[in-house]
């Protein structure tokens, strides 16, 4: 930030979200695979706040328990309006003396560099008492009205429903975030009133206190209305995820990153993709995942904790859990599926395996059918698979156990003791030739199928 002055971040969540229709707190509904709260605050620490202090309510326990003490809470209980609540942060800020930023659980997208805009601002020349972030909506519908002049200066703010017709035509409308010096805040706070239908104290009514005062007071205006969008029902959750689906799928294409179907690919808000990397359609990208360059990640397939690396295929049809790491042009193919399991340098799962609690060395090749039997119905255990070994098909490799390099496990083998390296494993029952058994069977069961329909 420019200025050198301290600020603290009060931020709203204390309503009970009604509309969302959850008994998730609607704060911590996700975007992106991260509670909505979270995307805000994880931009409010980019600029080094002095305190976060996120007001509480209904669905208190859940909230803090979702922060884990990254931020102070208070709690605002009974609700009494936006500038009640603000004013349930006064004791956690003491003799705080730098700058507050007001924001809101339910709008997450506002960007680093429009809440330093308001700061900024809040020091300019004319030193306003408080900075009010505007927009310009497509339709401004009933939002509350800003009424400012060519430098932001505000003349008056005025709710929808008190505006006169000249009023309404203008359309700079309150996104509700607001900036002052805390001194002047909480000053301007105590001499609000609830003279209004609903009986609250309205944060925007600080504006015209000063105003009223012969202050100046200014706004701000965001030439992005979409990022002070307030999240309040699942169909605006939806819109809220599908604007930043598409911001990301154009930032990731910016950035070098192929995607064959660009609206059919869903990213979390970690995803790490280097440049040269192709995703095919249908890709689901969860949380914790990072795909190096030169990898490709084919159709309908799933990853989520998972680190792939330089020029690796993945899928189609692919899962990757959590742990799943792909070394140097490593392969995963079709309806392959790996969790806490490390495939090395160029060795391939190409088909139908189940790779679990695993380490599979450069150049080994696990064969079609292949499972680790990883579980005991009470513990984990852990296989190791040596380099180039070759697995064959259909065999299990029931853990612990250790495959040696070179080793060859032939197929549809149940391998319960380690194998050594350039050895051949093969555990199969003896097979049994009983010539005419079959004709014998088919004509027995036959003739009882004839002699039922004759009953």
Not at 334 to 341: I, P, R, T
Request: aromatic share 6%; with cysteine.
């Amino acid at each position: 930030m420019n200025t050198t002055r301290e600020f603290a971040a009060i931020v709203l969540a204390a309503g009970k979200g009604t509309r969302m229709k959850s008994d998730l707190h609607k704060v911590l509904h996700p975007i992106a695979g991260r509670p909505m709260l979270h995307h805000l605050l994880a931009t409010v620490d980019g600029l080094a706040p002095s305190k976060k202090i996120v007001v509480v309510g209904a669905g208190r326990d859940q909230v803090e328990g979702a922060l884990g003490g990254s931020a102070e809470t208070c709690l605002q209980e009974p609700q009494h309006g936006t500038g009640h609540a603000v004013q349930q942060a006064r004791q956690q800020l003491g003799d705080f003396r730098g700058d507050v930023l007001v924001l809101y659980g339910d709008v997450p997208f506002v960007r680093g560099e429009t809440m330093e805009a308001m700061l900024e601002r809040l020091h300019a020349e004319d030193a306003p008492k408080v900075v009010v972030l505007g927009f310009e909506p497509a339709d401004p519908l009933r939002y509350g009205r800003v009424l400012a002049d060519s430098e932001g200066r505000i003349a008056k703010m005025v709710e929808y429903k008190d505006a006169s017709e000249e009023e309404r035509g203008c359309r700079l409308c309150n996104s509700g975030l607001m900036a002052a010096r805390a001194e002047d805040m909480f000053a301007l706070l105590e001499r609000v009133g609830n003279e209004n239908a609903q009986g609250e104290y309205y944060l925007p009514d600080i504006v015209n206190i000063a105003i009223a005062d012969g202050d100046t007071c200014a706004a701000v205006t965001t030439d992005r209305p979409e990022e002070v969008a307030g999240i309040n029902s699942r169909a605006e959750l939806a819109a809220a995820e599908a604007q930043w689906q598409d911001l990301k799928r154009e930032e990731a294409m910016d950035a070098g990153v192929t995607l064959r179907a660009p609206e059919t690919v869903f990213f979390s808000y970690d995803t790490e993709l280097a440049p040269d990397v192709t995703v095919e359609p249908n890709v689901v990208f969860g949380p914790g995942v990072s795909v190096a360059k030169g990898a490709r990640i084919r159709a309908f397939s799933h990853l989520e904790g998972a680190r792939v690396g330089e020029d690796c295929e993945v899928g189609p049809y692919a899962r990757l859990r959590p742990g799943a790491v792909l070394e140097k042009h490593a392969k995963v193919g079709n309806f392959v599926e790996m969790k806490k399991a490390t495939l090395g340098e160029g060795a391939k799962a190409s088909h139908l395996t189940y790779l679990g609690d695993a380490e599979v060395g450069a150049g080994a090749n696990i064969g079609a059918g292949t499972i680790t039997c990883n579980y005991d119905g009470y513990f984990k255990y852990r296989t190791v698979i040596g380099e180039r070994a070759f697995i064959g098909s259909n065999s299990a490799l029931i853990a612990p156990v250790k495959i040696g390099a070179d080793a060859i496990v032939a197929a549809g083998s149940a391998v319960s003791r380690d194998v050594e390296a350039g050895e051949l494993r093969m555990v199969r029952a003896e097979q049994l030739v009983k010539p005419g058994w079959a004709d014998r069977f088919h004509d027995t069961m036959k003739k009882k199928k004839a002699a039922e329909k004759k009953g």
